[in-house]
């Protein structure tokens, strides 16, 4: 099946921060198995979509970047959401905000034309639990390209209008 806009938040190979009191059965794998590097290429590759918004953490930046353009994308921007929440590994800064990379193949697919510079790169909803991303990176998405085929990758639910691919729906 082909899709113009591809929409991925891969499960990235980590664990979860300190363990806290407040958890006692807490553990530091997370509730989802994880991917190396090269899976996560393989996977996104076999899409081939015409754009790419690409989740990553601040640890996984670079790479993700880099995974993209291994199968012939171009970052276009960077969107930051602030979380307005966030966890402070080894206590010195809280980590509020993820990355939303915005890669296209040439040439690229253009947006509505009704949304031509309204928006900025940064964005803000309090997140709600780990790893779940905020609606309104889909309403972003869904207004730049109303007129055209999705997926979403790694998802965890079904949405409207979009297809879903992922191992917990």
Not at 45 to 64: R, T, V
Not at 82 to 104: C, I, Q
């Amino acid at each position: 099946m082909k899709n113009d806009i591809i929409y991925a938040d891969p499960p990235w190979r980590q664990t979860k921060g300190g363990l806290r009191k407040c958890r006692p059965n807490q553990e530091r794998k997370l509730d989802y198995e994880t991917l190396s590097l090269k899976d996560i290429q393989e996977i996104i590759g076999d899409f081939n979509g015409k754009i790419l918004f690409l989740w990553s953490i601040d640890k996984f930046l670079f790479e993700a970047q880099q995974i993209a353009e291994n199968i012939g994308y171009k970052l276009h921007a960077r969107f930051i959401w602030d979380k307005m929440n966030g966890m402070a590994p080894a206590f010195t800064v809280r980590y509020s905000h993820e990355y939303l990379l915005w890669m296209y193949k040439t040439p690229m697919l253009k947006i509505a034309e009704n949304m031509r510079g309204k928006l900025t790169t940064v964005f803000q909803e309090r997140s709600k639990k780990h790893s779940q991303k905020p609606e309104i990176a889909y309403e972003i998405i869904e207004t730049l390209y109303p007129n055209t085929t999705k997926i979403e990758l790694f998802a965890r639910n079904l949405r409207d209008g979009w297809n879903s691919w992922g191992d917990e729906i």
